[in-house]
C-alpha cells in the first residue's frame, strides 16, 4: 500500500527553466513533508520540508508547495541547473517516515 | 559534524549466505532507521529504534533479518541466509528526535547483491 506516491519516474528540463516534481499522499493525518535528493551511488540528502500547518517554504531555488484538500505537494526548482539532475523522494512523517519512488530529473545544459 | 557512516559500500554474496551490516549514526541522534531501497522503488523502512529499544519493526522479515543496536549507538543489520530478492541498497539513517518535524540524516548505503 504505497501512501506516498510519485507518479511521474522522470523529467527533463532545460537549464534555467522551470522544474516541477509533483507528489501526492493518502493519509490526511501527516503532518510534516520533505524532499530529498539522491544522487547515484550516494545515499539521499535533505532537500526542504514543509509543515501541515503552511503551504509554502522557500530556500533559495527550492520551494515546496503543500495542498492539504487534495493531499498534493510538488517541488519547484528555479532556475534548473545542471547539477539538479538527480533523482528526487517525497516522503511524508507519520509514525515513521513514507517514501515516493522517486523522480529522476534531468537538467539539460 | 560528521555523518552517518555504514560499512561496507559493497558487498556480493551466493544465496543462503549470511551477511552483516555496520552503521554509526550521527553523534547525539537517538532514532536510527534501517532502510532497504530496492531498484526502482523509494526507501522501505525495515527497523526504526529509539536509543537501543525497537520503535517499529513491523516490516521486518524476522525469519532471516535481525538487527540490534546495542547501548543505542552503532547499529547492525544481519541476513541469514539471504535470497536472491534481498538484493537492494540498504540504508541507515539517524534523526535527533523521531520522524516529528524533523528530517532524517541518511548514510552513503550498502549496495548487496545476492547471486
Known amino acids: 500500500d504505497q501512501q506516498v506516491k510519485q507518479n511521474s519516474p522522470s523529467l527533463s528540463v532545460q537549464e534555467g527553466r522551470i522544474s516541477i516534481l509533483n507528489c501526492d499522499y493518502t493519509?490526511?493525518?501527516?503532518?510534516?513533508f520533505l524532499w530529498y535528493k539522491k544522487y547515484p551511488a550516494e545515499g539521499p540528502t535533505f532537500l526542504i520540508s514543509?509543515?501541515?500547518?503552511?503551504d509554502k517554504n522557500e530556500d533559495g531555488r527550492f520551494t515546496v508547495f503543500l495542498n492539504k484538500s487534495a493531499k498534493h505537494l510538488s517541488l519547484h526548482i528555479v532556475p534548473s541547473q545542471p547539477g539538479d539532475s538527480a533523482v528526487y523522494f517525497c516522503?511524508?512523517?507519520?509514525?515513521?517516515?513514507?517514501f515516493g519512488t522517486g523522480t529522476s530529473l534531468t537538467v539539460i545544459p | 559534524e560528521a555523518g552517518v557512516a555504514q560499512s561496507p559500500r559493497y558487498k556480493i554474496i551466493e544465496k543462503r549466505q549470511s551477511v552483516a551490516f555496520w552503521c554509526n549514526p550521527i553523534?547525539?541522534?537517538?532514532?536510527l532507521y534501517w532502510y532497504q531501497q530496492i531498484l526502482g522503488q523509494g526507501p522501505k523502512l525495515l527497523i526504526q529504534?529509539?536509543?537501543?529499544?525497537?520503535?517499529?519493526d513491523s516490516q521486518l522479515p524476522k525469519d532471516r533479518f535481525s538487527a540490534e543496536r546495542l547501548k543505542g549507538v552503532d547499529s547492525t543489520l544481519k541476513i541469514q541466509p539471504a535470497k536472491l530478492e534481498d538484493s537492494a541498497v540498504y540504508l541507515c539513517?539517524?534523526?535527533?528526535?523521531?520522524?516529528?518535524?524533523?528530517?532524517?540524516?541518511f548514510g552513503q548505503g550498502t549496495r548487496l547483491t545476492v547471486v
Open positions: 539513517a539517524s534523526s535527533s528526535r523521531g520522524t516529528m518535524n524533523t528530517e532524517a540524516f
Open positions: 529504534f529509539q536509543n537501543n529499544g525497537v520503535v517499529d
Open positions: 516522503a511524508a512523517s507519520g509514525n515513521q517516515f513514507y
Open positions: 553523534s547525539g541522534h537517538a532514532t
Open positions: 493519509n490526511s493525518m501527516f503532518d510534516y
Open positions: 514543509i509543515s501541515s500547518i503552511k
